[in-house]
């Protein structure tokens, strides 16, 4: 083995690292699969409903995850605890605590259920209340109710049905998230398992009772983009709290505590929903303030009395509501631009813009917000095109974004991401960025799509070039040198992993056949998982050719349909080159500024490219005669 010294072996080295990661992310989601698999094939056999199944599902992984957390702290305190006649002092609550974790009674913890007799029955165990427990179910609900005790956060929240499930189906879904696998990849991982969940169960109670959450990955644009730090962050229809455990972890990722810096307040309509939000936000440790019912009803309450004194505003409200009592509404206030159109039946028919008063009204002064909002709401007409005109003239808007179909789960609509940013740099005070991300996106399935780590990433550096924020781009480029290697240019990456690829299909394929009997499947899938550990690389390698190509090394510029930077009004456009939005009516969609991409020259000739067509067409329709001849001669022969 040769040695490698100085920047040469730091660069093997930073490989090596890499190549663990992307392994170590595909394990990861194998592991999310199989444990999905695993139960879901038992609801399937329960004859459960995804609504029946989700919460006690998710209450389990809750569970599992709140053991693995302590056992992590339980473990810290133990290392400088004081012994006494030549016994360590055993932990407390208030040991926890002082730790800001979550006590376990014993009952309560995950290994004692597990290690449960089949015959509850005869054990003889008592609930906190002191009733005698004849079923897996009850011993469950009692450990909920124990863990209630040690939070106020969760009192009422956790699941308690669990008698509704058989002994032997609750039995096998407690040991399907055992997986030791989930501690040797880290207690952290059952955060993103729930979370896995949580949006699968989406899917399933989304085609069951028409709801639908807020896709994953619009959630992170959302943040990436308004960088949530400190302070206030409302979500007045925060659904199951995706935007507060995506902003904890921006927060966190940037080495500062969320629950420290930040204070999180939601507001929800739907109870179920809010108690899914509560225990999400739980198991991935952060702690907020959520009114539901009645109070959580946005239209007409402001729960948190947070008019004009949050820092972040995040949502995904519902589009188009109509029959929203208009004096209701008038007299709850947060209408810094008026009512929208009022029926004869003094009902507002579309709230899009009910929502978007709201979310400006809720800002301070430096406040930012992010939201996503029905398409039609760019360009509607009547008064909700004052409104819009009032608030484009605040000179808040920031960035718009048009998004594709088939982001949501069970709905194909489009829609587009607002920002608001009442501290915008004086350089960019009087512009709106409006990006078209309708064609950028990776299919997940013919039903949905979404946008990768990645390309997140290149977005947002679009934004950052519009901020002037070029600092912020350099290190994204750098970040990409580092996981592709500094060795090559991004079109070099691309076209040697291109060819990685095709090397390892040959391969692959001549392997197979090479193989004995019934060795093949084996075989082809040692391949498979090598050849998608190449096309990882390879697709963050095609990311990072496609950022470079357009912006270089930090410059924005205007990409035909992609982005554009427009001025607000004709003043402030003066003589300058570019458009208003004045000019176009006070239209917010990013399509009616950045045009259409041009069409790329593949170097065919389309009038040869055609002579060619017609001739393979010919050819086919004479095999087509002739097979159609010799069928209806043997039909003949048949005497048919």
């Not at 209450?59 to 030549?86: C, H, Q, T, W």
């Not at 609550?93 to 995950?110: G, M, N, R, T």
């Not at 896709?215 to 995706?242: Q, R, Y």
């Not at 006070?586 to 991409?597: D, F, M, N």
Request: charged share 25%; with cysteine; glycine share 8%.
């Amino acid at each position: 083995m040769k040695s490698y010294i100085g920047i040469k072996a730091l660069y093997d080295f930073a490989c090596i690292v890499d190549n663990v990661r992307v392994k170590t992310m595909i394990n990861i989601r194998k592991l999310e699969n199989e444990l999905w698999e695993a139960a879901d094939a038992l609801r399937a056999g329960s004859k459960l409903t995804s609504n029946q199944y989700c919460m006690p599902v998710l209450g389990l992984i809750f569970l599992r995850y709140a053991y693995s957390r302590f056992k992590l702290v339980e473990s810290e305190i133990l290392k400088d605890r004081p012994m006494r006649n030549g016994r360590v002092m055993p932990v407390e609550a208030s040991d926890f605590k002082a730790k800001s974790a979550l006590y376990l009674p014993v009952e309560a913890q995950y290994d004692y259920l597990l290690n449960l007799p089949e015959d509850i029955k005869g054990a003889a165990l008592t609930s906190k209340d002191g009733q005698v427990m004849t079923s897996l179910g009850e011993v469950v609900n009692n450990a909920m109710a124990l863990i209630e005790d040690q939070s106020a956060q969760l009192t009422g929240i956790l699941p308690k049905n669990y008698t509704d499930f058989s002994d032997e189906l609750l039995a096998e879904i407690l040991r399907i998230f055992n997986n030791s696998a989930l501690d040797e990849v880290g207690g952290d991982i059952i955060g993103r398992i729930y979370e896995y969940f949580l949006n699968k169960f989406a899917k399933n109670i989304a085609s069951d009772d028409g709801v639908f959450f807020t896709p994953k990955s619009l959630v992170k644009m959302i943040v990436n983009v308004l960088e949530p730090t400190h302070g206030t962050l409302l979500d007045p229809a925060c659904g199951s709290g995706g935007m507060f455990i995506q902003s904890g972890d921006f927060v966190n990722s940037h080495g500062m505590n969320a629950n420290s810096t930040m204070t999180f307040y939601g507001q929800e309509k739907v109870e179920y929903n809010a108690q899914l939000c509560l225990m999400n936000m739980a198991v991935h440790g952060l702690t907020g303030v959520i009114k539901s019912g009645d109070e959580g009803n946005s239209f007409y309450n402001d729960a948190h009395q947070l008019d004009g004194r949050c820092d972040y505003i995040m949502a995904n409200p519902p589009f188009n509501v109509d029959k929203v009592k208009s004096e209701s509404t008038q007299a709850a206030g947060r209408l810094p631009f008026g009512m929208p159109g009022i029926n004869k039946n003094k009902e507002i028919g579309n709230a899009n813009y009910l929502w978007i008063s709201y979310f400006y009204s809720y800002l301070n002064d430096t406040g930012r917000a992010g939201f996503v909002m029905a398409s039609s709401a760019t360009d509607s007409q009547g008064k909700d095109k004052d409104i819009r005109e009032s608030l484009i003239k605040t000179g808040a808007v920031d960035v718009m974004v048009s998004v594709g179909n088939n982001f949501f789960y069970t709905k194909s609509l489009p829609c587009s991401l607002w920002f608001f940013d009442k501290a915008k740099p004086e350089s960019i005070k009087d512009k709106v960025l409006f990006i078209d991300a309708r064609n950028y996106y990776t299919v997940v399935d013919r039903t949905l799509n979404e946008w990768t780590e990645w390309q997140l990433k290149n977005l947002n550096a679009i934004v950052w070039l519009y901020r002037g924020e070029v600092e912020k781009y350099i290190e994204l480029l750098n970040e990409y040198r580092r996981t592709l290697g500094e060795d090559k240019t991004f079109v070099e990456h691309v076209e040697t992993l291109s060819e990685q690829v095709k090397v390892l299909e040959a391969e692959g394929k001549k392997a197979v056949a090479d193989a004995g009997r019934g060795k093949g499947k084996k075989v082809q899938q040692e391949y498979d998982e090598k050849i998608e550990t190449v096309k990882e690389t390879l697709t963050i390698a095609q990311e990072a050719q496609w950022l470079y190509e357009k912006f270089g090394d930090g410059e924005y510029v205007d990409i035909s349909g992609l982005c554009k930077v427009a001025y607000i009004t004709n003043e402030a456009k003066g003589d300058n080159e570019g458009v208003s939005i004045e000019d176009k009516g006070w239209s917010l969609t990013p399509g009616a500024y950045v045009g259409v991409a041009p069409v790329e020259d593949d170097g065919v000739n389309f009038e040869e490219r055609m002579a060619k067509i017609h001739k393979e067409l010919l050819v086919l329709q004479q095999e087509s005669n002739v097979l159609m001849e010799t069928i209806s001669k043997n039909i003949k022969e048949m005497g048919l």
